[in-house]
C-alpha cells in the first residue's frame, strides 16, 4: 500500500535555527515566503534512515559510498526520466553552491574569465561567480505575452567572446517558472559547442514540473552533447534536504570528469555521513512523495493565481511550469524594489524582491508556495491588507 504524506500537518519551524523562519521571518515576526525550502517534513523513510545512522551513536571519519550513491542517482533518472546513465559519471558533491558550482569554475575555468548567466534567475550564481574571482556576463531572458524565452542573438554574441567560458543554465528556471524545450537547450548547445563555451545546467528543480510540462535533463537530448555539458543535481528541493548538502554532478565526458576530479581530491573535499543516506533514501524509496508534493503545490498556486485576479487585477501572475516559487510582476504598481517589500512587510508577510534577480527583476516579486495551505492562506489576508493600504 502506498504511503501518503500529510503536507498539510502544521509544522512551527519558528526557534530551530531555521534560515527561513527565523533569520528571514524574525523568530516569527513575519510570515516568510521567500527563502527556497519547504515547510514539509522529509518522507518517514527518510527520517527513519537518518535515525538509523544516529541511533548507531558513531560519527567518526565515513567513507563514501559511490556504488550506491551513483545508483541511487541512476535509478532516479531510469525511474522519473527514463535516462539511463553510467554510474560512473555521477561524482559526489557538497551542495550545489557551496560545493558543485565552486569545483565547477576552477576545474574549468581561471581567474578574470567571464561566466554568462540568464537573468532574471538565482542570485547565488552571481555571488560564487564573483567570489571565485571571475566576472559575470549576462545573457537577459526576454519576456514575451508572459512567457519568458531565450535572446539567442545576444547569445551568440556573447559566447563569441573568448573569454566567456560557461554558460551556466537553470534548468528549469528559478524564478521565471520556466522547463526549458529539447529545441531551446538544443539550440544553446550548437551556439555554445560552436563558440568553445561549456554548458552547466543547474536541475535542482527538476522534479518539479507541471503537466504538460517535462523536465527535459540536458544529458537527455543526445549522446553528443555530452562532450560539451556537465550538469548538477540534488535532492535538497525536492524532499527538503536542504541541511545536508548532499548533492552530485553527472559528467559524461571523462576528459571532463577528470578535470572534476583533481579539484575534488586535491582540496581533500569529505562528506555529510547522514546526508548521503537520506539522498540515497530519498531516490531509492520516495518516488511517491514527489507526485503528491508536486499537486498541493499546484494547489497551492492556484489559490495565489486566484487570489491575485480577484484582489490585484494589475498585477500579472508569470505562469509557472516548473518549481514552488511564483514570480509575480508587479510593475504596474510603479513602486521601487524597496517600497514593494516594505509594503507586504509592514503587514507581516516577507518576500523576495525581484530586484535580487538581477535588472530585469525590478518590479517583480518572488513567492515561495512551498507551505502548508493554513499558512498561505494566512499570509495571502495580510497581503490583501497591504493592498488595500496601497490605494488609501
Not at 508572459?146 to 563569441?160: A, C, H, N, P
Not at 508536486?294 to 487585477?313: C, D, Q, R, T
Not at 508587479?330 to 507581516?348: I, K, Q, S
Request: hydrophobic letters at 40%.
Amino acid at each position: 500500500m502506498a504511503r501518503i504524506h500529510n503536507f498539510d500537518e502544521p509544522i512551527c519551524r519558528v526557534n530551530t535555527d531555521s534560515f527561513k523562519w527565523d533569520y528571514e521571518g524574525e523568530s516569527g515576526k513575519y510570515i516568510p515566503l521567500g527563502v527556497a525550502d519547504t515547510d514539509f517534513k522529509a518522507p518517514q523513510e527518510i527520517i527513519d534512515a537518518v535515525r538509523e545512522r544516529v541511533d548507531f551513536g558513531v560519527f567518526a571519519y565515513g567513507y563514501l559510498p559511490q556504488q550506491r550513491f551513483a545508483n541511487a542517482v541512476c535509478g532516479w533518472y531510469k525511474k522519473r526520466y527514463d535516462l539511463k546513465l553510467d554510474p560512473e559519471a555521477v561524482r559526489h558533491s557538497q551542495g550545489l553552491m557551496t560545493g558543485a558550482l565552486w569545483m565547477i569554475l576552477n576545474a574549468y575555468t581561471r581567474p578574470g574569465d567571464k561566466i554568462l548567466i540568464q537573468p532574471p534567475v538565482y542570485n547565488t550564481f552571481s555571488v560564487v561567480i564573483q567570489g571565485a574571482g571571475r566576472f559575470v556576463e549576462n545573457n537577459n531572458l526576454i519576456l514575451k505575452d508572459g512567457r519568458y524565452e531565450i535572446d539567442f542573438e545576444d547569445l551568440e554574441r556573447k559566447t563569441s567572446d573568448p573569454r566567456v567560458r560557461i554558460l551556466l543554465v537553470c534548468n528549469p528556471a528559478n524564478p521565471v517558472g520556466r522547463v526549458w524545450t529539447r529545441e531551446e537547450l538544443t539550440k544553446m548547445y550548437e551556439i555554445c559547442k560552436k563558440n568553445n563555451t561549456l554548458i552547466v545546467s543547474d536541475e535542482i528543480h527538476g522534479d518539479i514540473v507541471y503537466a504538460p510540462h517535462k523536465h527535459i535533463p540536458y544529458f537527455s537530448l543526445s549522446d553528443e552533447v555530452a562532450d560539451n555539458v556537465v550538469v548538477m543535481g540534488s535532492p535538497s528541493k525536492t524532499f527538503n534536504l536542504a541541511c545536508f548538502y548532499s548533492a552530485y554532478v553527472v559528467i559524461k565526458d571523462k576528459a571532463l570528469r577528470d578535470q572534476y576530479n583533481v579539484v575534488y581530491d586535491n582540496y581533500h573535499f569529505d562528506y555529510n555521513y547522514i546526508g548521503i543516506e537520506a539522498l540515497i533514501t530519498a531516490y531509492d524509496k520516495c518516488e511517491y512523495y514527489v507526485d503528491q508534493q508536486n499537486a498541493y503545490f499546484l494547489k497551492n498556486i492556484n489559490l495565489v493565481k486566484n487570489f491575485i485576479g480577484e484582489n490585484m487585477p494589475e498585477v500579472k501572475v508569470i505562469e509557472p511550469e516548473a518549481s514552488y516559487l511564483l514570480w509575480l510582476d508587479f510593475r504596474a504598481w510603479n513602486m521601487t524594489p524597496f517600497e514593494l517589500v516594505n509594503l507586504f512587510m509592514e503587514e507581516g508577510v516577507k518576500l523576495n524582491s525581484g530586484a535580487n534577480y538581477g535588472k530585469p527583476g525590478n518590479g517583480f516579486i518572488r513567492l515561495n508556495v512551498a507551505t502548508q495551505t493554513a499558512v498561505l492562506e494566512k499570509a495571502l489576508a495580510s497581503m490583501k491588507k497591504a493592498a488595500q493600504n496601497r490605494v488609501k
